[in-house]
Every structure is written in structure tokens, then in C-alpha cells.
């Protein structure tokens, strides 16, 4: 069982900013693509952005829906065994938890609130 553990969410204003982490204390983050997902309130789960491997032919390529172009990063520090989702101008359309996936695993997923 992979625990993989989300961090970093909250309750924000429109047009602010969060940074989310997920990291796993039992496995090596390393060397599979990692996602971001989130679900909204009576929304499916939908990608946010994914960032492959070091290790995979295509190097640390990264991939985003359209809400988050412009707007969110995703990053990978393997010294730390953690991946970041940072987010910019937050929208109350952002509300949602966001999970993390890797290799079939989901984490508990984070709260992210925008509101005024």
C-alpha cells in the first residue's frame, strides 16, 4: 500500500495563491509520471497537470488542462520526494480537493476553498 499524503490546501480569496505538496514516506516518487486531479462538489475527478519522470523518454515533460495554463505549476524536487502544484490567480471555480496520483495510487486528497 502506497500512502501518498497531499498538503497545502485552504481557504483563500479570489486572486490569491496556494502551493500544494504530495509526497509518500514508502515509496520513491521518482521514477513514474505523477498527477494532479481535483473534484468539485457533484463534479467527476478531472487532470490538472502531470509531470513525467527524469527518467522517462521524455524528460520531465508536463502537461496541463486549459484551466490551468497560465495560471498553475507543477513541479517535482526528487531530493525531497515531493511534487508541488502551485497556484496563481485562484478563481472560486477552483474550488475542489485535490489528490494526487501515482502509479494507481491516490492520496487523501487537499481542500481548496476560493472565496471572498
Known amino acids: 500500500q502506497v500512502h501518498l499524503v497531499e498538503s497545502g490546501g485552504g481557504l483563500v480569496q479570489p486572486g490569491e495563491s496556494l502551493r500544494l505538496s504530495c509526497t509518500a514516506s514508502?515509496?520513491?516518487?521518482?521514477?513514474?509520471?505523477i498527477s494532479w486531479f481535483r473534484q468539485a462538489p457533484e463534479k467527476e475527478r478531472e487532470g490538472v497537470s502531470c509531470i513525467h519522470s527524469r527518467f522517462s523518454t521524455s524528460g520531465r515533460s508536463i502537461t496541463y488542462a486549459d484551466f490551468a495554463k497560465g495560471r498553475f505549476t507543477i513541479s517535482r524536487d526528487e531530493s525531497k520526494n515531493t511534487v508541488y502544484l502551485q497556484m496563481n490567480s485562484l478563481q472560486p471555480e477552483d474550488t475542489a480537493v485535490y489528490y494526487c496520483?501515482?502509479?494507481?495510487?491516490w492520496g487523501q486528497g487537499t481542500q481548496v476553498t476560493v472565496s471572498s
Open positions: 514508502d515509496l520513491t516518487l521518482d521514477y513514474y509520471a
Open positions: 496520483w501515482y502509479l494507481g495510487y
